[in-house]
C-alpha cells in the first residue's frame, strides 16, 4: 500500500464514449481487485474501470448535462469521486461486500442531481440557436421550445424522490433491465418496478399541460 504522501495522487484518464479498449488483465477482474492494483501503482487498473462502467454513467448523467461537454465532465468527476471513496474504504480493509459500480451509480445521479439544480438556479438555458434569428426564425423558436421542454424534463426527473430518480435513470437511459437496477441499488426487483411505475406517474403528472390530469 502506498503511504499518506500518495494520496494525493490522480490517475490520468479521459471519459470518451466507444474508446478503443486495450487487451487488459483486467478483463474479468472484480472492481474491488482492479481498485486495490491501482492503489498499488498500477495506472491501467483504473483505466480499465473507467472503460467497464463509463457507458452506464455517462447514460446518467446525460440526464441531467445541458451539453455533451457537461456530461463528460460530470461523468469524469463522478470516477474521481469514486475512486477517493474507494480508496479511503479499502485502505481501512473494508473490502467484503464492497460495491463500486453501486458506488458510481448514487455518485452519478447526484453530482448530476447537483449540477442541474445549480444550472436551473442561476437561469442557464440553451439558446445557442437563437443567435438565428434574424435569417431562420422558426428555426429558433423550435430550438427554443425544444430546449425549455427537455429543461422541463430534467427538472421535473431532479424533483423526483431519490429512489424513484434513480430508478427511472437506470431504467429509461441507462436500459437495464429491472434485475440488474435491483442488483446495483440493493434493492428487491419488485421494489424497483413499483419505483419505476410511481415515477413514471409523477413525471406524467408534473409535465401534463395545465388544465389535463
Sequence with gaps: MPDDGDRTRRPSFRVLPGGAARASPGEGTPDDALLAAFLVGDDDAFGDLVRRHERLVLSIVRRYARTPEDARDLAQRTFLRALEAARRTLRRGEREGFAFRRWL??????????????ELRLGRTSLEALGQSEAHPAVAVEALE???????VRAAVV???????????LRVDAELPFAEI????????NAARVSFH???R????ALAPEGQP
Design 182 to 189: 435491483a442488483d446495483t441499488l440493493g434493492i428487491s426487483e
Design 202 to 205: 409523477k413525471l406524467r403528472a
Design 198 to 200: 410511481h415515477a413514471t
Design 105 to 118: 451509480v448514487r455518485i452519478a445521479v447526484n453530482l448530476a442531481k447537483n449540477h442541474l439544480r445549480d
Design 146 to 152: 425544444e430546449a425549455e421542454r427537455a429543461a422541463a
Design 159 to 169: 424533483r423526483l424522490p431519490r429512489r424513484m430518480r434513480e430508478v427511472l435513470t
